[in-house]
């Protein structure tokens, strides 16, 4: 069974610092897609930023990017110069290429803090 | 361009009704799966639609079902309402049948059983 695992309950960080969010996984699947989704109050999940499994490359976005170990199935984020509009609850989540089955994470509430 | 949008955003129903919930995905948007969230178990998958068709279902009793429209809006119904079923739900509209495109999340519907 494919899991996605999230250590970090809670974490925080000083307004324009830098912080990484962990996340593991599990599967036996080659094809598959990560993502980091953050929620914020408002509910809505935002993407944050994906990377297909087959990339070496760590995916980039703006402030956010990502360490992608694949023989390790580890997936960090890092926010640089963390704004107080990053707080929320940060999702990692991992999808088998072909469907939108998502397997979530339990979430990581950020706070930044000003 | 319009969102995924979810109705009604919050509902308070009674042990043993049952309730529908409504997601009208982004426009072209094919794929539909939905999701509940609840403090204790995190997200869980419920279903996934694509062209009316589900193309998986999570593991959830009976009571849950779903459908897709011709349009490709989406309903999910509960029935015999258990106060266990109090969750956020969450519906995601994607443009592709696959997990590897971006899955844009309606804003949820907060359902309250008593």
């Known amino acids: 069974a494919q899991t996605v695992t999230q250590s970090q309950p809670e974490m925080s960080v000083q307004e324009a610092e830098t912080v990484t969010l962990s996340c593991t996984y599990d599967?036996?699947?080659?094809?598959?897609?990560l993502f980091w989704y953050k929620q914020p109050p408002s509910r809505q999940m935002i993407l944050v930023i994906r990377?297909?499994?087959?990339?070496?490359q760590n995916a980039t976005e703006n402030r956010f990017s990502v360490n992608f170990q694949k023989a390790a199935k580890s997936f960090s984020l890092k926010i640089s110069d963390s704004q107080l509009g990053d707080t929320a609850m940060y999702f990692c989540?991992?999808?088998?290429?072909?469907?939108?089955?998502?397997?979530f994470g339990t979430g990581t509430r950020l706070k930044v803090l000003a | 361009k319009a969102g995924v949008t979810q109705t009604p955003r919050y509902l308070i129903k009674t042990r043993g009704q049952q309730v529908t919930l409504s997601c009208s995905p982004i426009?072209?948007?094919?794929?539909v799966s939905w999701y509940q969230q609840t403090p204790g178990q995190g997200l869980q998958f419920l279903f996934e639609?694509?062209?009316?068709?589900?193309?998986n279902k999570g593991n959830f009793p009976g009571r849950f079902s779903g459908r897709q429209f011709s349009n490709s809006r989406s309903e999910m119904n509960v029935s015999t309402l258990e106060l266990g079923d109090s969750a956020l739900y969450l519906c995601?509209?994607?443009?592709?049948?696959?997990?590897?495109?971006?899955?844009?999340f309606g804003q949820g519907t907060r359902l309250t059983v008593v």
């Open positions: 995601a509209s994607s443009l592709a049948q696959g997990g590897g495109t971006e899955a844009f």
């Open positions: 599967t036996s699947e080659n094809n598959y897609y």
């Open positions: 990377q297909e499994a087959y990339k070496q």
């Open positions: 989540a991992f999808v088998h290429s072909g469907t939108y089955k998502y397997i």
């Open positions: 426009s072209g948007h094919r794929s």
């Open positions: 639609y694509f062209s009316e068709t589900q193309r």
